[in-house]
């Protein structure tokens, strides 16, 4: 079984349901999505996408309108399941539209809705297609209630959150608890992705840098958190999902482990016992790096998260077979983690 458990959705039905916020979406002749929340203006393609403007320009808005199709027709994504024999795929909202900044009277709301919209894209095929809920994070207790809701009559698989700047808040901050032990009574896994900085306020990097680096950034930052805190203790049964190959995580874990001190008292355990309960993707566009990632993680903690018909996305299954593993653990990372983590079989 080939799983692939990362990718995202825009959906039309979604535009406008955040009151001053939108969102809205839209393409131009060139061949440009402009996503707008608020008064934040993203700009979205792919490496895929890139490459056919690239190729043939006067089709430009014609290539633009069909990479939203990938993003948002059930039909779409599942015939493409079908081409490159994918036989599941996780879907998840657009970190763009995580809104843990507007006030709950928006964006508890808006949760809502997002997860209704994930979980009817999903009912197009609920054997091949499954779905990540997302949390109003600034109403702790709505999230609750939330993943009462996503969980138990949507059947969500996980819970999608961002790495930090949570509403205000951090992946440690107490507020969050009852969140973890909500998660723990359903037992599904945290699936936490970065989101751009600039979408809470943060002045855009000169550069265009916010998603390349601060994404990886954040996400080492979420796992340091997490550790560092002692909420890995609290919750002993909390199994945590870090796209992008788990951020800077396998390539500077000594530098967490070495300044382990008295911020990090609250670890109860060497930090490297925590690591059986984190899974990362194989999203790391350099062969070398990824072989490393293996060396590091193990065959059984990694999983296919392509980040499907996104910005950096790429061949998952053609990044696990470029490693020529043995068999039995490229089959456990090409499907069996997965199914696993999110119950799926």
């Known amino acids: 079984m080939r799983i692939d458990v990362h990718s995202h959705l825009m959906l039309p039905a979604l535009e406008g349901k955040a009151g001053p916020y939108g969102p809205s979406c839209t393409v131009d002749d060139n061949g440009r999505i402009e996503s707008r929340l608020g008064d934040v203006v993203s700009w979205q393609t792919s490496i895929d996408l890139q490459d056919k403007i690239a190729r043939d320009p006067t089709r430009a808005r014609e290539h633009a309108e069909d990479w939203l199709r990938q993003l948002s027709d059930p039909a779409v994504r599942l015939q493409e ?3 490159k024999s994918i036989d599941m ?3 998840t909202i657009p970190p763009l539209h995580y809104l843990y900044w507007a006030d709950p009277s928006v964006g508890v709301p808006f949760a809502r809705a997002q997860n209704e919209a994930l979980a009817e894209y999903c009912q197009h095929d609920p054997s091949r297609l499954f779905f990540v809920a997302t949390l109003p994070l600034q109403d702790p207790q709505a999230s609750v209630r ?3 809701y996503a969980i138990g009559e949507l059947h ?4 999608n959150v961002g790495c930090t700047n949570l509403g205000g808040r951090e992946l440690d901050d107490p507020d969050f608890f009852p969140i973890y032990q909500k998660m723990a009574e359903f037992d599904v896994p945290l699936f936490i992705h970065p989101f751009p900085p600039t979408m809470a306020g943060t002045k855009r990097h000169p550069l265009g840098l916010d998603s ?3 994404y990886i950034s954040h996400e080492t930052t979420a796992f340091a958190t997490l550790l560092y805190s002692g909420v890995m203790d ?7 999902y870090l796209t992008h190959g788990g951020g800077f995580v396998p390539y500077q874990f000594g530098r967490l482990e070495a300044f382990v001190g008295p911020k990090a008292a609250k670890a109860k355990l060497p930090l490297r016992d925590y690591l059986p309960r984190f899974y990362f993707d194989l999203l790391i566009h350099d062969v070398r790096a990824r ?5 590091f993680m193990g065959a059984d903690n990694l999983v296919v998260g392509d980040n499907y018909a996104g910005m950096d996305s790429a061949d998952g299954f053609g990044m696990l077979a470029e490693l020529q593993l043995p068999p039995d653990e490229e089959q456990r990372i090409a499907g069996d983690n997965a199914a696993r983590l999110f119950h799926l079989v």
């Open 291 to 295: 072989r490393f990632l293996v060396e």
């Open 234 to 240: 609290m919750f002993p049964d909390m199994k945590v």
């Open 212 to 214: 390349a680096v601060d």
């Open 89 to 91: 795929m996780g879907v």
């Open 81 to 83: 399941m079908d081409d």
């Open 146 to 148: 939330e993943i009462d």
């Open 156 to 159: 969500a698989k996980g819970i």
